[in-house]
C-alpha cells in the first residue's frame, strides 16, 4: 500500500490577491490523497481526510450522551437522513470523535456519553464518508456473487467487521456478505465509515489508485482501544511516524512483549512488522516476533493510511495519535 498527499488552495486565493495564510484562517488546508490498492490482496486503507465542517460553536448542556448548543439549530444545519461526525476540539476531551444519526433543534444524542466533555468545550461537525461515495460504481470489481467481487471489510469492534460487495446486474447495488461467499442481502441506507477507523479492501484482480479528497485535520484524534486487534486510520495524511505518534504514552508499554500492546505495520503483502514500547530502562520502541524481543527501534518509522494496534488488556484505554508538528504552520 502506497499512499500520497497533494494539498489544493483555495479558489479564492488565485482571485483578488488572497494569500494562501489568509485563506486558511478560516478553514483547514485542502487536499487529496492516492492510495493505492494492490491486486489479490488485503489492503489496509486509512480515510485520513475529512469532509467540510457543516457546523461548530461551544456547548451549553451536557446530560450523558446528550448535548446542547443553544446558538445552533441542528435540525437547519445537518441535511436529514444524513449521518454526521462530532469532533471535540477543546477541554478534556478534545480529539474525541463520533458518528451520530440523532439531533433535532439544538440537541443531540450521541450513541455514548463522552467521558470528560463539559459545558463550554467547543466542537465542529462534518458528514462522514460513506461507503457509496468512496467507492462509487466502478472503483471496485463487482460480480454476480460475493465469491467473486472486492470487498470492503468495516470494523465494528476489535477484529469484527461487516463486508460489502458491489452486486452488478439489475439492480446494481450494493450487498453484504458475512463469509466472503454468501449474499447476505442488500444494503438500504448509506454506510458511514467514520475516518478515525481503518477499512479493509479485498482486491481481486487488478490494482486501483483509490482517490480520497478533503479537509487536511491539523490536530490529533483519540481512538477507543478495546481488547484485540483495532483497526485505526493514521489520520495525518503524510508525515506521521511512530516516534512522534505519541502511541508510547496511552498504550500499554511492559517490561516484556508477551503483555504489552503490539502495533502492527504493514509490510509488503499481507505482512506487518510488529511494534512495542518498553517501559523499563532502556525505554524505547523496540520490535517483535510472536512473543520474542528482536531489540530496539534504531530509526524512526514511517506510519501508512491505517495500522493495527493490538490491546491486550480487556479494560478498553484511549489513545491519541498525533500529527506530525509541521502541520501548526498549515
Known amino acids: 500500500m502506497t499512499s500520497r498527499l497533494a494539498l489544493t488552495i483555495s479558489a479564492a486565493a488565485a482571485l483578488g490577491g488572497i494569500s494562501p495564510a489568509q485563506t486558511t484562517a478560516h478553514t483547514n488546508p485542502l487536499g487529496f490523497t492516492t492510495q493505492t490498492l494492490g491486486a489479490n490482496r488485503q489492503n489496509l486503507v486509512g480515510l485520513n481526510l475529512m469532509k467540510r465542517v457543516i457546523a461548530a460553536g461551544s456547548l451549553t448542556a451536557v446530560s450523558g450522551p446528550t448535548i446542547s448548543d443553544s446558538q445552533t439549530n441542528f435540525s437547519q444545519a445537518i441535511p436529514a437522513g444524513k449521518i454526521a461526525v462530532l469532533e471535540i476540539t477543546s477541554?478534556?476531551?478534545?480529539g474525541t470523535v463520533q458518528d451520530f444519526v440523532t439531533w433535532s433543534d439544538?440537541?443531540?444524542?450521541?450513541?455514548?456519553e463522552v467521558a470528560g466533555l463539559a459545558v463550554g468545550d467547543t466542537y465542529k461537525i462534518r458528514l462522514t464518508h460513506t461507503l457509496q461515495e468512496v467507492f462509487p460504481a466502478g472503483t471496485l470489481t463487482g460480480a454476480l456473487s460475493a465469491s467473486n467481487a472486492d470487498k470492503v471489510w468495516i470494523p465494528t469492534g476489535p477484529g469484527t467487521y461487516d463486508r460489502y460487495w458491489y452486486k452488478i446486474g439489475s439492480p446494481a447495488e450494493w450487498h453484504r456478505t458475512s463469509d466472503g461467499q454468501n449474499d447476505t442481502g442488500v444494503v438500504s441506507g448509506d454506510v458511514s465509515l467514520l475516518y478515525i477507523d481503518g477499512i479493509i479492501v479485498e482486491k481481486k484482480a487488478n490494482a486501483k489508485d483509490l482517490v480520497i479528497s478533503g479537509e487536511v485535520k491539523t490536530a490529533g484524534?483519540?481512538?477507543?482501544l478495546g481488547q484485540g486487534q483495532n483497526l485505526i486510520s493514521v489520520v495525518p495524511p503524510t508525515g506521521a511516524t511512530l516516534f512522534a505518534s505519541g502511541l508510547q504514552g496511552d498504550i500499554a508499554g511492559s517490561e516484556k512483549v508477551s503483555t504489552?500492546?503490539?502495533v502492527w505495520v504493514p509490510k509488503g503483502?499481507?505482512?506487518?512488522?510488529?511494534?512495542?514500547?518498553?517501559?523499563?530502562?532502556?525505554?524505547?520502541?523496540?520490535?517483535?516476533s510472536g512473543t520474542k524481543d528482536l531489540g530496539a527501534v534504531s530509526a524512526d518509522v514511517p506510519l501508512p493510511p491505517s495500522i493495527f494496534i493490538q490491546r491486550r488488556s480487556a479494560t478498553p484505554t484511549v489513545a491519541t495519535m498525533n500529527v506530525p508538528a509541521t502541520y501548526s504552520s498549515l
Open 91 to 94: 477541554g478534556a476531551a478534545a
Open 106 to 112: 439544538n440537541r443531540i444524542t450521541l450513541p455514548a
Open 221 to 224: 484524534s483519540n481512538v477507543l
Open 260 to 262: 504489552a500492546d503490539i
Open 269 to 288: 503483502v499481507n505482512a506487518y512488522i510488529k511494534y512495542w514500547y518498553k517501559s523499563s530502562s532502556p525505554a524505547g520502541w523496540r520490535i517483535t
